[in-house]
């Protein structure tokens, strides 16, 4: 079976079915071009200490590619400074970004959080590290293209809900044209808010772009309030709500 073929990597060895399918089919079935899309969003993400799961909270944040230019005190602080009324945090696409929660309870106390990521090794480090500190805070395996299993995950969490949706925009994007906005549509009408963010160099930091992608800033600007808009260390960071 193709999936099992493409799952003898370790690295997408704990992937949801349903993406490991949307690979073969977008590579007409051609497991080593499966294998080169799935690296591309996920693979690139998992280096050897992540997949180990080993090092303090502050050390696997570092050795994630999304996370580890963040100063997490400063980028929550900016982002709840003004309301700090949250019910539920959901993150979509979490990568390791569970592992910051010590300074999100710094700032909003022992908030209810949830990550929901593709990468079951993820995930597993993740529950354990909550577990370990008491933590309120759970992971979950999940597919962002299963829209009814994430909106149903939202409608189970306690308001004011916010999400967050670090750096997953273009993944989206990528995988299916016109999704990402659907998405944050259906989203958006299950939450109070929306913490969605945009990288502004490549992985490596040694390519810096211009955040232009118009599509989504006039998309954004028609249909939600935009209530801050900042960028800081390699992301662009906009809060909207409807």
């Known amino acids: 079976m193709k ?49 180990k799961g080993r090092g303090s909270s502050d050390d696997l944040l570092g050795a994630h590619m999304s996370s580890k230019k963040r100063e997490y005190e400063r980028f929550y602080g900016e982002i709840f400074n003004e309301d700090k009324s949250v019910g539920s945090i959901i993150d979509l696409g979490a ?8 300074y999100l309870k710094n700032i909003l106390g022992d908030v209810n959080y949830i990550a929901v990521e593709a990468a079951g090794q993820e995930v597993e480090h993740m529950n354990n590290y909550f ?12 597919d962002l293209f299963d829209i009814d299993k994430i909106i149903a995950l ?40 929306i913490v969605l963010t945009l990288p502004t160099e490549s992985l490596g930091g040694r390519k810096k772009f211009a955040v232009q992608r118009k599509w989504i800033l006039d998309f954004l600007q028609e249909n939600f309030i935009i209530e801050k808009d900042f960028t800081e260390n390699g992301e662009r960071v906009l809060i909207i709500k409807k």
């Open 3 to 51: 999936i099992d073929e493409v799952r003898k990597k370790r690295e997408f060895s704990k992937l949801p079915d349903s993406i490991i399918e949307r690979a073969l089919l977008l590579s007409d079935g051609d497991v080593k071009q499966a294998r080169i899309l799935l690296r591309k969003y996920f693979g690139v993400f998992l280096t050897n200490k992540i997949l």
């Open 95 to 102: 990568g390791m970004n569970g592992f910051s929660y010590t």
């Open 131 to 142: 577990l370990n500190n008491k933590f309120s805070g759970r992971a979950i395996v999940g």
């Open 154 to 193: 939202l409608k189970s969490e306690g308001r004011p809900r916010v999400v967050f949706l670090f750096q997953v925009v273009d993944a989206l994007e990528n995988l299916e044209r016109n999704f990402s906005k659907r998405f944050i549509l259906e989203v958006s009408n299950n939450c109070e808010k």
